[in-house]
């Protein structure tokens, strides 16, 4: 699952939850990876001690250095992405020795196609939500202006094009979780179809 910033695609994930989905989210596994040794360590390798005060890496400090420049946003996601994809690879592992199975398992990647990652799911599943409606979700969590976090992320409608599913975030939850439910029933039809699980 993907989509722009302030689409919802947290709100999203709970949801899915709900309905039975197992879910994992991307960013809490990166949050969870700034706490190891290694990911620490070659953060302050690179930037300094100063991004990593009393041993625990500041993921503000780190930004700022970060996305102010391609090169360094780059190498931040040679190292992180692999990482990412073997914490996720293992989570999969996991849920297929559940019984029974989640409906699904779906995991949160905001920069899913960006960081080539869809070609490791069966599908894919974007939330969408109008600019507007996006800008008062980001300036309400206090994060920077919208356009500046959304430079180095598809465009939204791109995102959209390439998904196989996608879910317009604009209602209320209960709309939300609607959507969801109906794509969960699209999901699991077509993968009977295809003889899958």
């Given at each position: 699952?993907?989509?722009?910033?302030?689409?919802?695609?947290?709100?999203?994930?709970?949801?899915?939850?709900?309905?039975g989905?197992?879910?994992?989210?991307?960013?809490?596994?990166?949050?969870?990876?700034?706490?190891?040794?290694?990911?620490?360590?070659?953060?302050?390798?690179?930037?300094?001690?100063?991004?990593?005060?009393?041993?625990?890496?500041?993921?503000?400090?780190?930004?700022?250095?970060?996305?102010?420049?391609?090169?360094e946003?780059?190498?931040?996601?040679?190292?992180?992405?692999?990482?990412?994809?073997?914490?996720?690879?293992?989570?999969?592992?996991?849920?297929?020795q559940?019984?029974?199975?989640?409906?699904?398992?779906?995991?949160?990647?905001?920069?899913?196609?960006?960081?080539?990652?869809?070609?490791?799911?069966?599908?894919?599943?974007?939330?969408?939500?109008?600019?507007?409606?996006?800008?008062?979700?980001?300036?309400?969590?206090?994060?920077?202006?919208?356009?500046?976090?959304?430079?180095?992320?598809?465009?939204?409608?791109?995102?959209?094009?390439?998904?196989?599913?996608?879910?317009?975030?604009?209602?209320t939850?209960?709309?939300?979780?609607?959507?969801?439910?109906?794509?969960?029933?699209?999901?699991?039809?077509?993968?009977?179809?295809?003889?899958?699980?």
């Amino acid at each position: 699952m993907t989509g722009a910033i302030g689409a919802g695609k947290s709100e999203a994930l709970a949801a899915l939850a709900r309905l039975g989905a197992a879910t994992l989210s991307s960013d809490e596994v990166v949050h969870e990876l700034y706490g190891t040794d290694d990911v620490r360590d070659a953060v302050v390798a690179r930037y300094g001690p100063e991004v990593a005060p009393g041993g625990v890496v500041d993921r503000a400090a780190l930004a700022t250095r970060v996305f102010a420049s391609e090169e360094e946003r780059r190498w931040l996601e040679g190292v992180l992405w692999p990482l990412v994809g073997a914490r996720v690879a293992a989570w999969r592992a996991a849920l297929e020795q559940r019984d029974p199975a989640p409906v699904a398992a779906v995991v949160e990647v905001p920069l899913l196609f960006e960081a080539g990652m869809d070609a490791l799911f069966d599908a894919t599943l974007a939330i969408t939500a109008p600019e507007e409606l996006r800008a008062v979700r980001v300036a309400a969590r206090g994060h920077a202006a919208l356009a500046e976090r959304s430079a180095r992320q598809l465009p939204a409608a791109e995102k959209a094009r390439r998904a196989t599913y996608v879910v317009a975030n604009e209602g209320t939850l209960g709309d939300l979780e609607q959507s969801l439910s109906e794509v969960l029933r699209k999901h699991q039809a077509m993968t009977e179809r295809s003889g899958g699980v």
